[in-house]
């Protein structure tokens, strides 16, 4: 029994050996990838899809690159068109060109070198260079513009390399303290300078309101007195008299006032 597993063991070795010599001779492209073959080092024009390929072992190699959508995080600092500090936050996705896997690992290398050498420092530069344009205060308002710009250039920065931008995302805009502190001193004192003209709009409503009254007061007095002619006063007294006479009288008790007298003294 021990003499045919002893037996046994070179064969099996022989067998795996045949097998890894076999296998060498194929390579397996996955799902989202593309092969670049290099022949003696010789990057060929031909590209590998998904599946098995053959291929000639110490003569042939074959490097993956992924053609998915990568996502890359990038943080950068950089000055505004008012010399304010300004710290970025911006996320990239991103792909390479499936017909062109040769040429972008025939220019830059593998995938890691792709990200370190061509799109972190295109990134960088790029949004540098699009934040000097425009004022701290800018950045803010014009935040979707400033996105727009950023995407447009780096776009144009990549395309070179066969890199293709799918979405940027401008995650966070970040100031200095003394900005920050600036922005909050101007929003109260705007709100403030807000606050004061309610007020004076308010009070020059009320003046106005109260100079109509005033006006309207005495335009009504204007009217009465236009209107209350003798025969008027005459007719509401002797509709208001309840039928007694007033009587006057003087020192020696004997004067007396007639009707007509009074009214004629109310005129």
Aim: glycine letters at 2%.
């Amino acid at each position: 029994m021990m003499g045919d597993r002893l037996r046994a063991a070179p064969l099996a070795i022989l067998l795996l050996l045949a097998l890894m010599l076999i296998a060498s001779f194929w390579v397996l492209i996955p799902v989202g990838d593309r092969g670049v073959w290099t022949r003696f080092g010789r990057v060929q024009p031909l590209i590998l899809d998904e599946g098995l390929h053959f291929i000639i072992p110490l003569v042939d190699r074959v490097t993956n690159l992924s053609i998915r959508i990568q996502k890359q995080e990038t943080t950068t600092e950089a000055a505004s068109q008012d010399l304010q500090s300004i710290f970025t936050n911006i996320v990239v996705n991103w792909h390479i060109l499936p017909e062109k896997v040769n040429r972008i690992f025939q220019k830059i290398g593998s995938q890691s070198a792709i990200v370190e050498c061509i799109i972190d420092p295109a990134i960088t530069e790029v949004v540098k260079a699009v934040i000097s344009r425009y004022t701290a205060e800018e950045t803010i308002i014009h935040r979707d513009q400033l996105k727009a710009t950023i995407e447009q250039e780096i776009n144009l920065r990549l395309a070179p390399y066969f890199i293709i931008i799918d979405d940027l995302a401008l995650i966070d805009l970040q100031f200095s303290p003394r900005f920050r502190e600036a922005v909050e001193s101007k929003q109260i004192a705007q709100q403030e300078e807000k606050q004061a003209e309610f007020m004076a709009k308010k009070a020059i409503q009320l003046a106005e309101f109260q100079i109509n009254l005033a006006k309207g007061e005495a335009e009504s007095h204007r009217i009465l007195q236009s209107t209350l002619t003798p025969n008027i006063l005459h007719y509401q007294t002797i509709q208001r008299w309840d039928g007694s006479l007033p009587l006057i009288t003087d020192n020696n008790h004997n004067s007396f006032v007639e009707l007509d007298d009074l009214i004629e003294a109310k005129r």
